[in-house]
């Protein structure tokens, strides 16, 4: 099992008031209300934790990528993934991911990647995202081209890692008359490519077709099954047999000394559901041709505040159902359990900390996280036979997959 | 006086008889001879070697970019500024520059050079650069728009950082309709903006109207005089006295304990110029509308074959030609103290970028180099320095801009 | 700029459209065919044109930006363009003509008959650019220098040789690069195609006759074959011992070819 770290780097430093009167938090939210020491100070206090996070167990480091939004301070995935390259030694870097649609030179992307791979000694795991859709407006993307893009630049990024140069490229969206850079990863074929998603079926058939691993990001026990089924029909399309190893699971678990503060800081989880809006502006979210032509009806209606968007239950709910796990380390391997045996992942994310719990606390929750649970999750893992993409040596992709003799194949 | 450290990060692991038999190592040398394996190993050595420059007393560390060019392992000069925020504590990291025609966001720039300000506690200095003529083809990027782009790539950041979102850029060649990002510069107004160049002029121009210290990379002292003439000329114009705070030089500079192995390690300066012809293929290196077009002549002559190429030395010349120059400083930290007091007399430049190591010199040549730079030559320099007034931007905190120059201070001079 | 071989001359004329001043060289007599110039731009009053002056008025503008045709400094696109010249030509109250384009030209030439079929009687394109190569790729000129490149689009050297000149001067390498430089302005990515232009063709009913030279280094063939299969009134002829500049290197081939097919 592959246990990896994650926050959001909520930025929480800014008047709460203010978040209020704008009615949002995102995209149009101004950054005058942007408190540049306090964001110094916590991208310190993140790098503190990332190492303690090392230091206790953690097999990987998750980051994310969101743009104009106070939630989560990674405007750059890269950017950070560097940081980690230089700070840690041993975890795995795990990108969920780069939005490719948002760049405009795909050959770029796959250098800083190759160089963040490079430095890290093949610590790399590539994740790929389309980037929600108030990411192509703060971006000034096109969002009626979003999949296209996400599509042809995923394409011409594995192509520049595997095909040796100079080649060109004459795509759709991206044209490259001489694709030939002198920075390639070190690992090879090249690094694991993950596909983190909220069970978007475009994204699902898309991920098994390549035979990447899919992570479900914090859905329901209920839809992060129905993820797996339809995964494995595909899978079976393709011609493979998934495993565990194909499946990722991220989840919101804090752990404390006691009951009363793992609750109280678990609660922080709810800060981008309950205070603001922004996150989920559903004009901003959804601008037109950005989702498929199949939700146009449920979409316009949302935005024109003649349907309630779906959300996410009450605090207290969402403990009970087990979609936030909070508690002293006993209580949550006990929890931990019933998801794992539920919902059988290879690839495990815990989502430790958000909002305003301070870095006492996260320091605290990562350290018994490391010291109590982590053993605790290994052992039911082995014995639920949980293994990761790394653990079976599973190709790291369909294309790879054909390449290898046929023994080797899963 | 600031005095930074640089190497171009050489990747020296291909095999050499490969660019001799193509004629070039740039752009379209193919990349599977690209030994991943080696430049991993290159760049945890180069990482040692920037954490003991800091030690011994550098002020910064000088990175730039290069695009399918083995002679510079930066293909993404932001990605190294982010490991050097998080692997030193001090050291300035001066980044000359991003290539802004190449990006097609300069928003997103913005975002990066924000986050890498806030987590080295604001030690970026931003410079920015038009990137190579061989760059806009790696990368695609229209030649024809390079300065215009480089331009309208510089206001959209500068604006990024300094006024407060939202608000839109209808712009010639980009367009935002909401720039808001959640990202700022931890140094207000924002990072120190540097231009490094050759001899345009254009760009010498912008850096001086810009109230931008002008990093000559390497140039004569001949030609580094005649920029500096331009230089002040623009600055009077606009209102401000320009002092050694605007002038920053560059140049290859390696010591060692012996004079002789110091020329033998300061050989390696000209394995990019002598050995291969790939950084300079005057083709690639000079995309139509790239150039000024008063330029469009030699240009052509170059590129058909028809002039020598200017920037490509050639086998013929010797580092011995080189060093009598005077810009090219090798030998015991005596002698280049000497030879770097002679360019403090004759260029007076507040900002100086040493070029210690290139080619195949070894990881342990590097390291000693370094050592005897901070302990020997770097105290001599600052004292020297001090003497003769070579103030840094930072020693007398001289304005980011001429924008943030107050009004009332300019007085315009022979406009 | 000035060629080795003996030309005739041809009458030059200044005119000005969206307040640019077009250059043009008109010659011959009856009806109107207008010659549409290659990327490098028209080396002057080519053998080629003096055929065709024999049967048609005959007139070669140089391309706003190319030649001594102002430079634009607000045109991003070949449709641009293509409009501009509808525009002078509707300026010159050229109602019916012939379109040959070459190269380049052709391209523009497309773009032109799809706007406006009705001016368009006939149209002919050369080894032209403009869509996207089934098979290879339109040769990427960055990579090389000016001269060699020109070679490049030349089946046998000594046609080189004889229009251009053994070593042509600078000022030629120059206007070379002037006109790569527009090119680039408005072609530069994708390079020398457009993406649309495929879906607009089938609309185009004009006869038209598509034209490659047998050693075309520059424009793949299978551009040929993709605007043949497009145009719904097309045919394809290919010339041998010809390259990209079918008009300099067969020049006597391709002016019967035209005749034939819009003089009659």
């Given at each position: 099992?592959?246990?990896?770290?994650?926050?959001?780097?909520?930025?929480?430093?800014?008047?709460?008031?203010?978040?209020?009167k704008?009615?949002?938090?995102?995209?149009?939210?101004?950054?005058?209300?942007?408190?540049?020491?306090?964001a110094s100070?916590?991208?310190?206090?993140?790098?503190?934790?990332?190492?303690?996070?090392e230091?206790?167990?953690?097999?990987g480091?998750?980051?994310?990528?969101?743009?104009?939004?106070?939630?989560?301070?990674?405007?750059?995935?890269?950017?950070?993934?560097?940081?980690?390259?230089?700070?840690t030694?041993?975890?795995?870097?795990?990108?969920?991911?780069?939005?490719?649609?948002?760049?405009?030179n795909?050959?770029?992307?796959?250098?800083?990647?190759?160089?963040?791979?490079?430095?890290?000694?093949?610590?790399?795991?590539?994740?790929?995202?389309?980037g929600?859709?108030?990411?192509?407006?703060?971006?000034?993307?096109?969002?009626?081209?979003?999949?296209?893009?996400?599509?042809?630049?995923?394409?011409?990024?594995?192509?520049?890692?595997?095909?040796?140069?100079?080649?060109?490229?004459?795509?759709?969206?991206?044209?490259?008359?001489?694709?030939?850079?002198?920075?390639?990863?070190l690992?090879?074929?090249?690094?694991?490519?993950?596909?983190?998603?909220?069970?978007?079926?475009?994204?699902?058939?898309?991920?098994?077709?390549?035979?990447?691993?899919?992570?479900?990001?914090?859905?329901?026990?209920?839809?992060?099954?129905?993820v797996?089924?339809?995964?494995?029909?595909?899978?079976?399309?393709?011609?493979?047999?998934?495993?565990?190893?194909?499946?990722?699971?991220?989840?919101?678990?804090?752990?404390?000394?006691?009951?009363?503060?793992?609750?109280?800081?678990?609660?922080?989880?709810?800060?981008?559901?309950?205070?603001?809006?922004?996150?989920?502006?559903?004009?901003?979210?959804a601008?037109?041709?950005?989702?498929?032509?199949?939700q146009?009806?449920?979409l316009?209606?949302?935005?024109?505040g003649?349907?309630?968007?779906?959300?996410?239950?009450?605090?207290?709910?969402?403990?009970?159902?087990?979609?936030?796990?909070?508690?002293?380390?006993?209580?949550?391997?006990?929890?931990?359990?019933?998801?794992?045996?539920?919902?059988?992942?290879?690839?495990?994310?815990?989502?430790?900390?958000?909002?305003?719990?301070?870095?006492?606390?996260?320091?605290?929750?990562?350290?018994?996280?490391?010291?109590?649970?982590?053993?605790?999750?290994?052992?039911?893992?082995?014995?639920?036979?949980?293994?990761?993409?790394?653990?079976?040596?599973?190709?790291?992709?369909?294309?790879?997959?054909?390449?290898?003799?046929?023994?080797?194949?899963? | 006086?600031?005095i930074?450290?640089?190497?171009?990060?050489?990747?020296?692991?291909?095999?050499?008889?490969?660019?001799?038999?193509?004629?070039?190592?740039?752009?379209?040398?193919p990349?599977?001879?690209?030994?991943?394996?080696?430049?991993?190993?290159?760049?945890q050595?180069r990482?040692?070697?920037?954490?003991?420059?800091?030690?011994?007393?550098?002020d910064?560390i000088?990175?730039?970019?290069?695009?399918?060019?083995?002679?510079?392992?930066q293909?993404?000069?932001n990605?190294?500024?982010?490991?050097?925020?998080?692997?030193?504590?001090?050291?300035?990291?001066?980044?000359?520059?991003?290539?802004?025609?190449?990006?097609?966001?300069?928003?997103?720039?913005?975002?990066e050079?924000g986050?890498?300000?806030l987590?080295?506690?604001?030690?970026?200095?931003?410079?920015?650069?038009?990137g190579?003529?061989?760059?806009?083809?790696?990368?695609?990027?229209?030649?024809?728009?390079?300065?215009?782009r480089?331009?309208?790539?510089?206001?959209?950041?500068?604006?990024?950082?300094?006024?407060?979102?939202?608000?839109?850029w209808?712009?010639?060649?980009?367009?935002?309709?909401?720039?808001?990002?959640?990202?700022?510069?931890?140094?207000?107004?924002?990072?120190?903006?540097?231009?490094?160049?050759?001899?345009?002029?254009?760009?010498?121009?912008?850096a001086?109207?810009?109230?931008?210290?002008?990093?000559a990379?390497?140039?004569?002292?001949?030609?580094?005089?005649?920029?500096?003439?331009?230089y002040?000329?623009?600055?009077r114009?606009?209102?401000?006295?320009?002092?050694?705070?605007?002038?920053?030089?560059?140049l290859?500079?390696?010591?060692?304990?012996?004079?002789?192995?110091?020329?033998?390690?300061?050989?390696?300066?000209m394995?990019?110029q002598?050995?291969?012809?790939g950084v300079?293929?005057?083709?690639?290196?000079?995309?139509?509308?790239?150039?000024?077009?008063t330029?469009?002549?030699?240009?052509?002559?170059?590129?058909?074959?028809?002039?020598?190429?200017?920037?490509?030395?050639?086998?013929?010349?010797?580092?011995?030609?080189?060093?009598s120059?005077?810009?090219?400083?090798?030998?015991?930290?005596?002698?280049v103290?000497?030879?770097?007091?002679?360019v403090?007399?004759?260029?007076?430049?507040g900002?100086?970028?040493?070029w210690?190591?290139?080619?195949r010199?070894?990881?342990?040549?590097?390291?000693?180099?370094?050592?005897?730079?901070?302990?020997?030559?770097?105290?001599?320099?600052?004292?020297?320095?001090?003497?003769?007034g070579?103030?840094?931007?930072?020693?007398?905190?001289?304005?980011?801009?001429?924008?943030?120059?107050?009004?009332?201070?300019?007085?315009p001079?022979?406009? | 700029?000035?060629?080795?071989?003996?030309?005739?001359?041809?009458?030059?004329?200044?005119?000005?459209?969206?307040g640019e001043?077009?250059?043009?060289?008109?010659?011959?007599?009856?009806?109107?065919?207008?010659?549409?110039?290659?990327?490098?731009?028209?080396?002057?009053?080519l053998?080629?044109?003096?055929?065709?002056?024999?049967?048609?008025?005959?007139?070669?503008?140089?391309?706003?930006?190319?030649?001594?045709?102002?430079?634009?400094?607000?045109m991003r696109?070949?449709?641009?363009?293509?409009?501009e010249?509808?525009?002078?030509?509707?300026?010159?109250?050229?109602?019916?003509?012939?379109l040959?384009?070459?190269?380049?030209?052709?391209?523009?030439?497309?773009e032109m008959?799809?706007?406006?079929?009705?001016?368009?009687?006939?149209?002919?394109?050369?080894?032209?650019?403009?869509?996207?190569?089934?098979?290879?790729e339109?040769?990427?000129?960055?990579?090389?220098?000016?001269?060699?490149?020109?070679?490049?689009?030349?089946?046998?050297?000594?046609?080189?040789?004889?229009?251009?000149?053994?070593?042509?001067?600078?000022?030629?390498?120059?206007?070379?690069?002037v006109?790569?430089?527009?090119?680039?302005?408005?072609?530069?990515?994708?390079?020398?195609?457009?993406?649309?232009?495929?879906?607009?063709?089938?609309?185009?009913?004009?006869?038209?006759?598509?034209?490659?030279?047998?050693?075309?280094?520059?424009?793949?063939?299978?551009?040929?074959?993709?605007?043949?299969?497009?145009?719904?009134?097309?045919?394809?002829?290919?010339i041998?011992?010809?390259?990209?500049?079918?008009?300099?290197?067969?020049?006597?081939?391709?002016?019967?070819l035209v005749?034939?097919?819009?003089?009659?």
């Amino acid at each position: 099992m592959h246990l990896a770290y994650f926050t959001e780097q909520p930025m929480s430093a800014y008047p709460e008031e203010e978040g209020r009167k704008a009615g949002h938090t995102a995209l149009m939210f101004s950054n005058r209300f942007y408190d540049r020491d306090a964001a110094s100070q916590l991208y310190q206090d993140r790098i503190t934790e990332y190492k303690l996070v090392e230091e206790v167990g953690f097999d990987g480091i998750m980051l994310n990528e969101h743009h104009n939004a106070p939630f989560c301070m990674q405007s750059k995935c890269n950017i950070f993934a560097s940081i980690l390259a230089a700070i840690t030694e041993r975890v795995k870097i795990v990108l969920l991911g780069n939005p490719l649609p948002l760049t405009e030179n795909p050959v770029r992307l796959a250098e800083e990647l190759a160089m963040i791979d490079l430095v890290s000694q093949g610590r790399l795991v590539s994740g790929f995202v389309r980037g929600g859709g108030t990411e192509q407006l703060a971006i000034g993307v096109n969002p009626a081209y979003n999949r296209e893009r996400f599509e042809e630049a995923h394409d011409l990024i594995i192509k520049t890692w595997t095909e040796p140069g100079p080649w060109r490229w004459e795509g759709t969206h991206y044209q490259n008359r001489v694709v030939n850079p002198w920075a390639l990863p070190l690992q090879r074929p090249h690094p694991r490519v993950w596909i983190p998603g909220i069970a978007s079926r475009e994204t699902v058939v898309w991920a098994a077709r390549h035979r990447y691993p899919y992570v479900c990001l914090n859905t329901s026990v209920e839809d992060t099954l129905r993820v797996w089924k339809l995964y494995a029909q595909i899978a079976e399309e393709v011609g493979f047999q998934p495993g565990p190893e194909h499946r990722g699971y991220l989840l919101r678990v804090h752990c404390a000394d006691t009951e009363e503060k793992a609750l109280a800081n678990a609660r922080q989880f709810t800060w981008m559901q309950g205070e603001f809006t922004g996150l989920a502006h559903p004009v901003w979210s959804a601008p037109a041709g950005y989702n498929p032509a199949k939700q146009r009806q449920v979409l316009v209606e949302i935005a024109h505040g003649r349907r309630v968007a779906r959300r996410d239950v009450g605090f207290e709910q969402q403990i009970e159902n087990l979609r936030i796990i909070a508690g002293t380390p006993d209580r949550v391997v006990e929890q931990l359990r019933v998801i794992m045996e539920a919902t059988r992942p290879g690839i495990f994310m815990i989502w430790g900390n958000d909002g305003f719990v301070t870095h006492e606390d996260s320091m605290r929750c990562i350290e018994l996280l490391g010291r109590e649970v982590l053993p605790a999750v290994r052992e039911i893992a082995a014995e639920l036979d949980l293994k990761d993409p790394f653990e079976v040596g599973a190709p790291v992709s369909e294309a790879a997959a054909q390449q290898q003799p046929s023994a080797l194949r899963a | 006086m600031f005095i930074a450290y640089f190497t171009e990060q050489p990747d020296a692991s291909f095999p050499q008889e490969i660019g001799d038999e193509l004629g070039y190592t740039a752009l379209l040398l193919p990349n599977k001879y690209f030994n991943a394996e080696a430049v991993s190993e290159l760049y945890q050595l180069r990482l040692r070697e920037y954490q003991r420059a800091e030690e011994v007393g550098f002020d910064g560390i000088m990175l730039n970019e290069h695009h399918n060019a083995p002679f510079c392992l930066q293909s993404k000069c932001n990605i190294f500024a982010a490991v050097l925020a998080a692997a030193t504590d001090h050291v300035r990291i001066e980044l000359l520059g991003n290539p802004l025609p190449i990006s097609d966001n300069p928003v997103r720039l913005a975002e990066e050079i924000g986050m890498l300000d806030l987590i080295s506690k604001g030690r970026i200095i931003s410079g920015f650069v038009r990137g190579g003529g061989t760059e806009q083809i790696s990368t695609n990027a229209n030649p024809a728009y390079n300065r215009e782009r480089f331009v309208e790539s510089h206001d959209l950041i500068v604006k990024t950082w300094t006024e407060p979102g939202p608000w839109r850029w209808e712009g010639n060649h980009f367009q935002l309709r909401v720039v808001n990002p959640w990202v700022q510069p931890l140094q207000k107004p924002h990072p120190r903006i540097w231009m490094p160049g050759v001899a345009s002029k254009e760009t010498v121009i912008f850096a001086a109207e810009h109230r931008y210290p002008f990093v000559a990379l390497s140039t004569t002292f001949e030609t580094t005089k005649k920029i500096w003439a331009l230089y002040d000329q623009t600055a009077r114009a606009v209102g401000y006295e320009p002092g050694p705070e605007t002038k920053g030089y560059e140049l290859r500079v390696h010591v060692q304990d012996t004079e002789e192995k110091a020329i033998a390690a300061a050989q390696h300066y000209m394995w990019m110029q002598g050995e291969f012809t790939g950084v300079t293929h005057p083709v690639w290196h000079n995309p139509s509308g790239y150039g000024s077009p008063t330029w469009r002549r030699q240009f052509v002559e170059m590129a058909n074959g028809r002039r020598q190429n200017v920037a490509n030395v050639g086998k013929d010349v010797t580092i011995q030609d080189l060093m009598s120059a005077g810009n090219v400083i090798v030998g015991t930290p005596d002698q280049v103290i000497e030879g770097l007091k002679r360019v403090l007399d004759e260029l007076r430049p507040g900002i100086l970028n040493i070029w210690c190591n290139d080619g195949r010199v070894s990881h342990e040549t590097g390291m000693r180099c370094i050592e005897l730079m901070g302990q020997e030559v770097l105290p001599a320099i600052r004292q020297y320095a001090d003497e003769l007034g070579l103030n840094s931007p930072f020693d007398i905190d001289a304005p980011v801009s001429l924008a943030t120059t107050p009004q009332a201070e300019l007085q315009p001079v022979g406009a | 700029m000035a060629v080795t071989e003996a030309l005739p001359e041809a009458p030059e004329q200044f005119v000005e459209v969206v307040g640019e001043k077009i250059h043009w060289l008109q010659s011959g007599s009856g009806d109107s065919l207008i010659v549409l110039h290659h990327e490098i731009g028209n080396p002057g009053w080519l053998p080629f044109y003096e055929q065709l002056a024999q049967r048609f008025t005959v007139t070669v503008p140089d391309f706003p930006g190319w030649g001594q045709s102002e430079r634009p400094l607000w045109m991003r696109s070949v449709r641009d363009l293509a409009v501009e010249l509808n525009l002078l030509f509707d300026q010159a109250g050229v109602e019916e003509t012939v379109l040959v384009g070459l190269g380049f030209g052709g391209w523009v030439a497309a773009e032109m008959a799809t706007m406006n079929q009705s001016r368009c009687k006939r149209l002919v394109l050369v080894g032209a650019t403009g869509v996207q190569p089934p098979e290879g790729e339109i040769l990427d000129q960055f990579l090389y220098a000016h001269m060699d490149y020109v070679k490049m689009g030349f089946h046998d050297n000594d046609n080189f040789r004889r229009v251009y000149g053994e070593e042509p001067a600078t000022e030629q390498l120059m206007d070379w690069d002037v006109h790569r430089e527009m090119t680039a302005r408005i072609a530069w990515k994708p390079y020398l195609f457009s993406q649309t232009l495929p879906y607009l063709l089938p609309g185009l009913t004009t006869p038209t006759l598509i034209v490659w030279g047998a050693d075309d280094r520059i424009v793949p063939r299978s551009c040929g074959e993709r605007y043949r299969d497009a145009l719904p009134n097309s045919r394809l002829e290919v010339i041998e011992g010809a390259g990209h500049f079918v008009e300099m290197e067969k020049p006597d081939e391709l002016s019967r070819l035209v005749l034939d097919f819009a003089g009659a």
